[in-house]
């Protein structure tokens, strides 16, 4: 197959996928046909991450660049736009996590180190939601040293891990030259860096990173690692998520809460609560799989998830781990320190905690922003009443027959329903949505026993409103006065939970600490550039601020060419 069928297959195969996910906020999840399933096991990505450093302290950043590849290295298409990192102990517990947007196939982000964590070999563990339908020797592994000076407990390497070893993938030196002004230092002196491609048929690096630290903190041995599959357990490619080419995403399946057997047809409902709610709904496919793609949100947000319980079937709603909790399919190594190596370990742990001590406006911007009031996810309401601008009425029913315009309460013998009438003919083909503090409820009795008292707010959409595939016949929004649902009781299978969004920035861009000379500069990375692009026929040129601290640092340039190969630039300077 030649490259160009190869890349229209490719192209094809994520507009599918693409116009799959846009299926208006919710899409039933794979099992299609056997044709698409081998068209789709063909695309693999792959990530290729560095790291700032290779050693730290807890307390610390581990800050990392990551650039996304598909199966074909050459090839930059479409791909995923949520990158999952997580820093791993040998057990492949996880110890710390985030989610980070991928733009261009790029991305960049920082996870802190507990405190908590014993000395010992971790792993920054990197993939894609579609990596996980590949096996997880296909992840990005990459050995990080994390040292504790406050306690002297060790991690513990479990003897069931995998028997092979993580594999340096060798890289190109010489293509990149790093020349300074000078090569030793003072304190608080600027370092003048260029930069040169040496290769005539190299014009430029779209993907690179660079760090400045102290020698030793940066393994220079290798820098890349792949992992033998050897004999694996798992199914080269088994179809169990979809791409999250629109941000990050949720799933789940609807069982049998008797027999555990997944149930088809179920309406899942789903809010995300907080500053900025949303409302999604979706129908269970043939398995009892949903997704919902999620909003651009950053953080943690608290969630709510029912099923509209069929007549006869007790259901209720499982949500799919979105982290991988696969064990570590290659041997973990062990905290092994030589002489030169535990003298380093002793000079970034006394950074550390002089930083901790004396420094502690690192994280975030210098000052807070204002929290600006959006629009609910409805839009601005064409109906909306304040209850407290009008006289009390005795109960619920009152309210809606007297102060909501073109909003009916309506009874077919023991039932009781909703209706809003609008220009729109067929608004009444469909029951509205209702909620309360942007939770759906369905026992329209519940709505109607609430004493006017507890309601601030109600806002009526009087037009169809679609969700996906899903119509209503327009929304009634109620919002209670203390925010606590007006005392309702929840429907039944109902649960709250939280789902990790996008990870904010956490790192200060800064180029050294604020405040007055008095104050030594004791950073253990004293540059970092995520993204960080070489042009031949451009002046490559940097400057940085000497550390505070004497001894040797290295400067280290890791970029990949286009055809997938690694390179790299080394040059080391003394401060003194």
């Not at 160009?4 to 846009?22: D, Q, V």
């Not at 994280?363 to 204002?370: A, G, I, Q, R």
């Not at 026992?443 to 899903?470: F, H, T, W």
């Not at 209670?480 to 789902?499: H, M, R, V, W």
Request: charged fraction near 20%.
């Amino acid at each position: 197959m030649t490259e160009m069928n190869t890349r229209f297959i490719y192209r094809m195969l994520w507009m599918w996928l693409l116009a799959a996910g846009m299926v208006l906020g919710a899409l039933a999840q794979p099992g299609g046909s056997p044709a698409l399933t081998k068209m789709a096991s063909g695309f693999g990505e792959n990530l290729v991450v560095f790291t700032d450093r290779s050693i730290y302290t807890v307390n610390e950043t581990l800050r990392f660049s990551a650039l996304l590849q598909s199966s074909g290295a050459s090839y930059q298409g479409l791909g995923s736009r949520i990158l999952y990192a997580e820093l791993v102990n040998a057990a492949g517990g996880s110890v710390a996590r985030g989610k980070y947007p991928l733009e261009n196939n790029r991305s960049a982000g920082s996870l802190s180190i507990p405190s908590s964590l014993p000395s010992g070999m971790y792993y920054l563990r990197s993939y894609t939601r579609w990596m996980r339908n590949f096996r997880p020797e296909n992840f990005s592994y990459l050995p990080i040293r994390i040292l504790n000076p406050y306690s002297d407990e060790k991690e513990v390497v479990p003897s069931s891990s995998g028997i092979h070893p993580l594999e340096a993938v060798p890289g190109q030196n010489g293509m990149v030259a790093i020349s300074l002004d000078k090569a030793a230092y003072s304190a608080g002196d600027t370092v003048k860096v260029e930069f040169s491609l040496n290769s005539a048929g190299m014009a430029q690096f779209e993907f690179g990173c660079l760090t400045v630290a102290p020698s030793g903190a940066v393994d220079t041995s290798a820098f890349l690692f792949r992992v033998d599959p050897g004999i694996s357990d798992y199914p080269p490619f088994e179809w169990r998520f979809f791409p999250e080419l629109n941000g990050t995403s949720i799933s789940g399946v609807v069982v049998d809460t008797n027999e555990g057997k997944p149930v088809s047809g179920v309406r899942v409902h789903m809010s995300i609560l907080g500053e900025d709610p949303t409302y999604l709904v979706a129908d269970s496919d043939g398995q009892g799989k949903f997704l919902f793609n999620t909003p651009y949100r950053t953080g943690f947000q608290e969630m709510f998830v029912v099923p509209e319980h069929p007549e006869t079937t007790p259901v209720e709603v499982l949500i799919d781990n979105d982290f991988a909790s696969d064990a570590l399919p290659f041997l973990p190594g062990t905290l092994d320190l030589d002489f030169e190596e535990k003298q380093l370990a002793s000079r970034l742990s006394l950074n550390m905690q002089l930083k901790e001590t004396f420094l502690t406006d690192s994280v975030l911007n210098d000052s807070p922003s204002e929290y600006t009031a959006s629009l609910p996810f409805y839009g601005t309401p064409q109906i909306s009443i304040l209850l407290d601008e009008f006289v009390s009425l005795p109960n619920m029913e009152e309210v809606i027959e007297n102060l909501l315009p073109r909003t009916f309460v309506v009874r077919n013998g023991e039932e009781v329903g909703f209706l809003i009438k609008s220009d729109n003919p067929l608004i009444s083909m469909f029951p509205p949505l209702i909620l309360v503090d942007h939770i759906p409820v369905f026992d329209m009795e519940a709505i109607l026993s609430i004493p006017p008292n507890k309601i601030r707010q109600i806002d009526v959409i009087p037009e169809v409103y679609v969700v996906g595939a899903i119509k209503y016949g327009g929304i009634i929004s109620l919002s209670s006065q203390q925010g606590d649902l007006a005392s309702i009781k929840l429907p039944e299978a109902s649960y709250f939970f939280d789902f990790m969004s996008v990870q904010a920035d956490m790192v200060s861009k800064r180029a050294r600490y604020p405040g007055t000379g008095k104050i030594p500069d004791m950073r253990n990375t004293l540059h970092w550039n995520e993204h960080f692009e070489l042009h031949k026929d451009s002046q490559n040129r940097i400057s940085f601020q000497a550390s505070s601290v004497p001894g040797g640092y290295v400067i280290l340039f890791r970029g990949i060419l286009p055809e997938g190969d690694m390179v790299f630039g080394i040059q080391h300077f003394r401060v003194e």
